[in-house]
Structures are given as C-alpha cells and as structure tokens.
C-alpha cells in the first residue's frame, strides 16, 4: 500500500482520536496527537508544561512554534516514515503552510485531509460525557474550544480547500470507520 499521510481534522469531540486509533490498528503507522503530546508535557511537570497548562485548561491554542517544534520532530522519527495520522495538528493556516514545507523537506507524498463533521449540541454532550478527566472538559472550556475551532481551525482548513473531504462523524465506530476507510480507499 502506497504511504498513507493524514490529517484527520474536525471539531472538539468529533472523534478524531478515536478513529485515529483505529486507523493505527488497521494501516500500522502512528498517531500523532498534539493534545496527547502537549498534556503528556503537563503532566510531567517540565518546563514546556508549566509554560502552556493555562492555555491548555483555558481551551485556547498553544503558540503555533511550540507545536510545530514538537511535530517536527515526532515526524522525523523512523516510525514515521511510511506515514502517519496527524490528529488535532494543524490548527491554525500558520501550523498548515509549516507542516506542507516539513513534507516537502523530507520528501514525503501528498497529504489526505479528512474533516470529522458533527453538531455542535453533540459534541458539547460528547464532551461532557466522556469522562476521561480532561481538565479542559468542563462546559465553559468546551464551548471555548469550539469558537477556537470555528475562529482559528475552520479556516485553516481553506488551505485545503481542494483536498479535504468531509465526512458525517455521527453514528456508530463501526460506519464513521467505514466511512473513512471508502474516503481512503482502504480495504
Ligand atoms: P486536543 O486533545 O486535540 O483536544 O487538544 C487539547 C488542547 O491542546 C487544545 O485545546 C489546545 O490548547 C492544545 N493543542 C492541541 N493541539 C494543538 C495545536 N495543533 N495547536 C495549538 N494548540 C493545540
């Protein structure tokens, strides 16, 4: 199977980290997640995660040069190489223009880009029932994160404007999997 680089993209809840999940099973290559990265930052206390707990527990984006520093180099690792699944990055058209620069350095073939499409009262009911302890999974923070998304992601998306596909993220796991694995042509 040729090299599979995604960009799995969508609101707050749409499920991206659940279908990305899914996707590694199925396609053997890594997710990259930004939010795991940047709480995994947090919760070891360093530097870095003292400097960005705030922002992250008050549902804004973390300066795009962190973040771009950080999948820099998660992408240049050797897992990485036959391709990978970008979940929660880019976020914002500056984070979108250095990723297409870092693939082209390196050599990389083109980008697939899938947006997670569900309504927004779903996905604060997601949110909220979740239970996975997020400190950013309170309703005030919930409803932050998606004016970020609306302010700052929904137009990155532009950037993509003649790649991205978007799909319906309601359902069960099983049809929004499916859903992703026709987009991709996966068998
Ligand atoms: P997520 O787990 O993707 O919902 O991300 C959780 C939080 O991490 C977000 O609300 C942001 O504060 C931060 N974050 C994750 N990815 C990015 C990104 N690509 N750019 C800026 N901030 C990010």
Same mark, same amino acid.
């Given at each position: ?9 969508? !609101? ?67 897992? /990485? ?8 990055? !880019? ?9 297409? /620069? ?5 050599? #990389? ?9 569900? !309504? ?14 997020? /400190? ?18 929904? !137009?990155?998306?532009? #950037? ?7 799909? =319906?993220?309601?359902?069960?796991? =099983? ?13």
């Amino acid at each position: 199977m040729s090299e599979l680089n995604l960009i799995l993209t969508g !609101p707050p809840g749409a499920g991206k980290g659940t279908q990305a999940q899914r996707l590694v099973k199925r396609c053997g290559i890594p997710q990259i997640a930004t939010g795991d990265m940047l709480r995994a930052a947090v919760a070891s206390g360093s530097e870095l995660g003292r400097s960005i707990r705030d922002i992250l527990g008050g549902g804004e984006l973390v300066p795009d040069e962190i973040v771009i520093a950080l999948v820099r180099e998660r992408l240049s690792a050797q897992d /990485a190489r036959a391709g990978f699944i970008l979940d929660g990055f !880019p976020r914002t058209s500056q984070q979108a223009r250095e990723l297409e /620069a870092l693939l082209a350095e390196t050599g #990389h073939e083109r980008l697939r880009v899938i947006c997670l499409e569900v !309504p927004e009262e779903e996905l604060v009911r997601r949110i909220l029932s979740r239970g996975e302890g997020r /400190a950013d999974d309170t309703e005030e923070t919930v409803r932050k994160r998606l004016e970020v998304y609306r302010r700052d992601t929904a !137009p990155m998306l532009e #950037h993509f404007a003649d790649s991205v596909v978007r799909l =319906d993220g309601t359902g069960s796991l =099983d049809e929004i999997e499916q859903r992703i694995a026709e987009a991709l042509d996966l068998s």
